[in-house]
């Protein structure tokens, strides 16, 4: 059994503590603002926008190192709707690079909410795409989300963290575009 | 009616010829070394692994003016496993850029051929992701793709071709890892 600490209490904060519960693993769930609170879990959900990112690390460097650090975020500037980092970087290479003794992974950032809640999109079991560089990292978080049964792929390395903002990029564009609803999405078909 | 000119006999080139006639169009094929061959359709589809399309644009360059440019590669170095455009550019940019008075739009780079000619994926109608600058252009392709009982999504202007890259690398990357089949990949859910 696996603690996941979820920092974040919003749609996708909830929704992932949801899959954790459902997988028979425990949630603690901790408001982004209360960063008082220590961190209990091995595995540390950043599930906050990722305007947010730069002051949790700055709060809790030293408690999350040596953990599994999970960067759900998509670096979007919604006033220009343009990717905020730079085109060769990500935001999960500048966590990295911001927690070096973390080891941080990619994942959630391609999936909406609502398909992570109710398990399935279009029919297909939710996959949840992740990237990282370090193996059992994302053998950990492979588990929690297998145990609430959702499927994963593996995108590679945290490189690879590029092209998941990449594709969550398109798949917001196309929901606020309303060609797609906030309940769709790239489905992973096997 | 449409005439579209597929360059390139290959799988995609094959089923995206097989999409136009079943929907209707007229489909001209012609093989990607036929450099004396003119074209004749007003969409020409660029059915061509990435590194041919140079010299079909070298060879080709005025006769494509005026016409819509459907550019479907993916700029991969298999031997590397990386992509072979600057971060911040892609294929499609590149070739609208060798191209200055042809309406170039990305499609197709995002399907696995035989998902184009099944017409569905994973339960799913296949659904194809393009990008441009030009909405009439855009707009003539669409019809195509539409008649032959597939979707279409917009993903904007020629610069998200960038992403839709990526999202292909993505795609190509799991099935080559077996993660996902050949038939499958990222399927659009509404």
Known sequence: MSTV????????????????TKGGNTAEVIAHADTDKAVT??????????AA???IISARKDQLAGKVVVDITNPLDFATFSLT??????????????LPDSKVVKAFNTNFGPTLAAGTVGGQTTTVV???DDAEAKAALVAVVAAAGLKTVDAGPLARARELEALAYLQIGLAASEQIGWTGGFAVVS
């Open 130 to 132: 992740l990237a990282g």
């Open 53 to 55: 990112v730069a002051e």
């Open 41 to 50: 879990g091995d595995i540390v959900v950043l599930a906050v926008p990722h």
């Open 5 to 20: 600490t979820v920092i974040g209490t919003g749609n996708m904060g909830q929704a992932i503590a949801g899959l954790v």
């Open 85 to 98: 980092v730079p085109a060769d970087s990500s935001a999960a290479a500048q966590i990295a690079e911001a």
